[in-house]
């Protein structure tokens, strides 16, 4: 869905079903992305990352797939948890080699 | 390895007051970076800094925020004076480098609260 001011995308899952979150990204001098997870009270935690090379790469339980096409990026979570519980963001390099634009988040919850 | 840490990790102040936070950032890590995030949103670049260099402070108000890292290692983000709108958490963050093959680690974030 959409965001509004504090209004965060959400997405509701049941434990052990997959969960696919998406972004859309700007920039088209981006190329390199990386999906962070935020836990309430903690800091964002690297999930994954892909470079613009590449349309899809696999980690453990989460896979990345970019549409540069489209300006598309999108986390693929298998078997989901409820630890999987979290707001996920999608960051973007602008085509820079040190600076991360992050998008506004989706909230991801799992019910048991 | 030990994350990066902030203090104070809450901090409640009346607006007009200043108010400093502190970062120790992965050993090792040249890059340092300050950022803001605001509730329900994404963090945004406040200042970045190379060893003791800012190298990019495009972001920060500088009129009332200012940032060092005298020694390379450890950063202090102060704000004086505070106002309202400056209410968010403040990240610290760290890496080896480039962030295309260097991953970045976030503290937890000091929260601060401004009445």
């Known amino acids: 869905g959409e965001s509004v001011g504090l209004h965060l995308p959400t997405l509701s899952v049941q434990e052990g079903d997959n969960s696919i979150i998406n972004c859309a990204y700007s920039?088209?001098?981006?190329?390199?992305f990386i999906w962070y997870k935020q836990e309430s009270g903690k800091g964002p935690q690297f999930i994954i990352d892909?470079?613009?090379?590449?349309d899809k790469r696999q980690g453990q339980r989460v896979t990345v797939l970019l549409n540069k096409t489209v300006k598309h990026l999108s986390l693929q979570i298998a078997a989901t948890q409820p630890g999987d519980s979290a707001v996920y963001f999608c960051a973007e390099n602008g085509g820079s080699n040190y600076k991360l634009t992050f998008g506004k988040g989706t909230l991801l919850t799992v019910n048991p | 390895e030990a994350g990066v840490v902030q203090s104070p990790r809450y901090k409640i102040i009346e607006k007009k007051q200043p108010v400093a936070f502190w970062c120790n950032p992965i050993s090792g890590h040249n890059t340092l970076y300050w950022y803001r995030q605001n509730l329900g949103q994404g963090p945004e670049l406040l200042i970045r800094y190379e060893n003791e260099e800012a190298v990019d402070d495009s972001q920060l108000p500088k009129d009332r925020f200012s940032a060092e890292r005298l020694k390379g290692v450890d950063s202090t983000l102060k704000i004086q004076p505070a106002e309202l709108g400056d209410s968010a958490v403040y990240l610290c963050?760290?890496?080896?480098?480039?962030?295309?093959?260097?991953?970045?680690?976030f503290g937890e974030g000091s929260w601060l609260t401004v009445v």
């Open positions: 963050a760290s890496s080896r480098g480039q962030i295309s093959g260097n991953t970045i680690y």
């Open positions: 920039n088209s001098a981006s190329d390199y």
């Open positions: 892909i470079r613009s090379n590449m």
